[in-house]
């Protein structure tokens, strides 16, 4: 090999992180079994258990649903329990699966597998059309700010193939979808059974002309690929040597993060957060080798020009784009544990790396995520999403979700127990304009 | 005062960036951290990350080895050696140590002491009031740890309990717990078998030579090749043979087999591992077969 760091025939276009939604009943699990099968992902081990299982349960065929079966208690439920990730790899792209069951746990398990997930494909079963849960699983797929969504019309196979019942499936929810405000959606129709437009084309669907879905996906932007924000970087660690064998280590001081927007060269002018010194940046290293720049989600340690005290939960932005200092933080809010959200706590918010007590001033509405109307409450239950008003202790410097996911989230956290209880996004407001013409394309949104 | 960045990450820099982005984490938020250190591939790339997360600092944790006394001795030679070259602070426990004090009682002398680790482990996070071990297991490995989290909490008596995790949001690990608790964290999660590899390349990092093809005596036992040493002598009836193999994985004699290999370098290792049809447990773990679910089993008691 000429270059050990490159490898031979290998094209890397990134990673793609992606969703699937969908109930036990709209073979979601068999479509991602079929995923996994057709990219040759599944290894012999797995095909023999998976073999002998289907055939312990009198199954004539191979079950590939099966696969994605994870824990004991959930094998013995017949049910998924939780968020599973998969993995695949087509040789020019590495893909994350996350998978969210269907049960009524759903809008807690979907918000965490939407989090980190950059497209999904939102699975309807071609003999039941458009139900209730599509409608639940693209609010909230919109709400979580996934910016493709992919409508898999699947068991086609059941309905003759027939395009007839492609083409109202896809007016129905274009209906609806425009009513969300949701913009771009692909529809597909497929069999995950058959495996047809899932990885080959097949036979039957001859009258559907556009890419399979794993070309799809194949050519879907990677999260990576889509930060055009200003400089934002939350300091997790700061590494001060002061190893006395090493005297040019006495002054170290590097701060430790991950860039979550924007980028950043060595010279540029940056913003200390919450003290508002300003200062430039002397150098940026990655395991004390020096690099010039650094761009979103790089991993860094930054050296600045000026000796300035700067701890965790700080943030270094760009001098001249940096965000407001907020104390009452407008949000949606996903109540993810057992025990309700009480107006009466407080509560730890994190947000980035930086934790400060909030407590709940107004909750402004709940919404019902299956008829998507709004209703007032004074307490949250697991799984409500809300729109509150939260007040803290100390000002965090967020942007809007909308802008930005990784400055624009939080969650609670319960310091009795420990849990992480709610996940937030937090709204756009005077104090936080939205400085970006896509927002309008963002109806995930719990209302006004 | 916006830019649009044009360059984009290749998958491995990206699962670089996100295993430097836990390992901080877990510095920035546990008190008492310790890393979990084998002399296999996965530790050693985990290595290989803290020095990119905390250069030109020293890691901000020990290394921690829990040694069944039943490794290869070419491993925990490699260990040592990589510790020392590192400059890091390696802790020692063994299972022997808690078959002494009796907290670790064997069926029979024979029996293996893997699933045994777990006591020894609990016994040294107790020792030394650890918060957090970072560990290199990866959600590909194994079904019932595809659900893992990235922090993954442990009550203090050491379980696991997949119904009782907390839910793990964006890039906001929670980390945080009470005395006694304890929080796994697996900074490569989300890594392949064949991301390990490639990473090992890029880096160019060593191995203990077990890894790589090597002429060694072994049994085959239910589809699986089992090495014949000391502890695991060949029983009556079966046949020795001499065969090129490697090792997948490295850890417990009696429960680590190797597979029939001609690769001797890192290149021909990773054009294996994209051919291959057996899955990195399935073809090395002589302990995972026994049930569908052995791993869920282990873990409840505290396993890593």
């Known amino acids: 090999m000429s270059n050990p760091h490159e490898f031979p025939n290998e094209i890397d276009h990134g990673l793609l992180r992606f969703l699937t939604c969908g109930s036990v009943d709209d073979g979601k699990s068999t479509l991602i079994g079929r995923l996994l099968y057709d990219t040759k992902a599944i290894l012999a081990d797995t095909l023999g258990a998976l073999a002998a299982t289907s055939q312990r349960r009198g199954l004539t065929e191979l079950d590939l649903s099966l696969l994605t079966d994870g824990l004991q208690a959930e094998r013995e439920q017949g049910i998924t329990i939780d968020v599973a990730y998969r993995y695949f790899s087509t040789g020019t792209r590495n893909y994350i699966i996350a998978d969210a069951p269907g049960h009524e746990q759903y809008t807690r398990n979907m918000v965490t597998a939407a989090s980190t997930a950059n497209l999904a494909i939102i699975l309807v079963d071609a003999r039941k059309g458009v139900l209730t849960q599509t409608r639940r699983h693209s609010y909230l797929a919109r709400l979580v700010g996934i910016p493709h969504l992919v409508v898999a019309v699947n068991k086609m196979d059941l309905v003759d193939y027939d395009p007839a019942v492609f083409a109202r499936i896809q007016e129905d929810y274009l209906d609806f979808a425009a009513r969300l405000g949701i913009g771009e959606v692909r529809f597909i129709p497929l069999s995950a059974l058959t495996g047809e437009m899932v990885v080959e084309r097949g036979e039957r669907l001859g009258w559907y002309d556009g890419p399979t879905l794993l070309e799809i996906l194949e050519s879907a932007p990677a999260a990576h690929t889509e930060q055009p924000e200003a400089f934002r970087f939350p300091v997790q660690y700061v590494c001060r040597p002061r190893d006395a064998a090493n005297p040019a280590l006495h002054d170290y001081r590097g701060f430790m993060g991950r860039v979550e927007a924007g980028e950043i060269a060595i010279g540029d002018p940056v913003t200390v957060l919450p003290s508002g010194f300003e200062t430039r940046i002397k150098d940026i290293q990655l395991g004390g080798v020096s690099q010039p720049t650094a761009i979103h989600e790089q991993s860094v340690t930054l050296l600045l020009e000026d000796e300035i005290d700067i701890s965790r939960g700080d943030l270094l932005v760009r001098t001249g784009a940096a965000p407001e200092a907020i104390r009452e933080i407008d949000a949606c809010v996903c109540w993810l544990a057992e025990t309700p959200l009480s107006p009466a706590r407080h509560y730890l918010l994190r947000h980035t790396t930086r934790e400060v007590r909030a407590r709940v001033a107004d909750i402004k509405h709940r919404l019902d995520v299956n008829t998507l109307e709004r209703g007032p409450a004074t307490q949250l239950r697991m799984n409500d999403i809300a729109r509150l008003t939260l007040k803290l202790a100390q000002p965090i410097f967020p942007d809007p979700y909308v802008v930005n996911r990784a400055t624009g989230a939080f969650i609670l956290i319960d310091e009795s127990t420990n849990n992480t209880v709610g996940a937030g996004m937090i709204k756009e407001s005077e104090h936080l304009p939205h400085w970006r013409q896509a927002v309008t394309q963002w109806a995930g949104d719990c209302g006004q | ?304």
């Not at chain 2, 830019?3 to 390992?23: Q, Y």
């Not at chain 2, 920035?28 to 591939?41: D, E, H, M, N, V």
């Not at chain 2, 490995?141 to 990235?150: L, M, N, Y």
Request: charged share 30%; with cysteine.
């Open chain 2, 1 to 304: 005062m916006t830019t649009l960045s044009t360059r984009t990450l290749s998958h491995l820099d990206w699962l670089e960036a996100d295993a430097i982005h836990i390992l901080r984490e877990v510095a920035g938020q546990c008190a008492r951290p310790a890393l979990l250190f084998s002399g296999g591939k996965d530790s050693i790339c985990l290595l290989r990350l803290a020095e990119k997360a905390f250069r030109p600092g020293g890691f901000p944790f020990p290394l921690l080895h829990i040694d069944t006394g039943h490794n290869y001795p070419e491993v925990i030679a490699f260990r040592d050696r990589h510790a020392a070259a590192l400059g890091a602070r390696l802790i020692v426990r063994t299972v022997e140590d808690s078959m002494a004090r009796g907290s670790v009682l064997l069926k029979h002398p024979g029996e293996s002491r893997n699933r045994h680790q777990s006591v020894t482990l609990l016994e040294a996070i107790a020792e030394f009031g650890f918060d957090a071990c970072i560990g290199g297991a990866r959600r590909d490995e194994e079904k019932s740890r595809a659900k893992e989290r990235v922090m993954s909490f442990r009550d203090e008596f050491g379980q696991w309990d997949p119904k009782n995790q907390r839910p793990e949001l964006w890039s906001l690990y929670n980390a945080r717990t009470h005395k006694g608790e304890n929080i796994r964290a697996f900074p490569i999660s989300d890594w392949t078998e064949r991301d390990v590899w490639q990473y090992i390349q890029r880096e160019r990092l060593d191995l203990p030579s077990i890894y790589f093809a090597h002429t060694r005596p072994v049994v085959r036992d239910k589809g699986l090749l089992r090495p014949v040493t000391e502890l695991t002598p060949a029983q009556p009836g079966e046949q020795v043979e001499q065969l090129r193999v490697r090792f997948r994985t490295v850890g417990d004699i009696p429960c680590t087999a190797p597979v029939e290999s001609e690769a001797d370098t890192i290149d021909q290792i990773l054009a294996e591992t994209a051919v291959t049809t057996l899955s990195e447990r399935g073809a090395t773990r002589l302990d995972d077969q026994t049930s569908d679910a052995s791993m869920e089993e282990r873990k409840r008691a505290g396993y890593f």
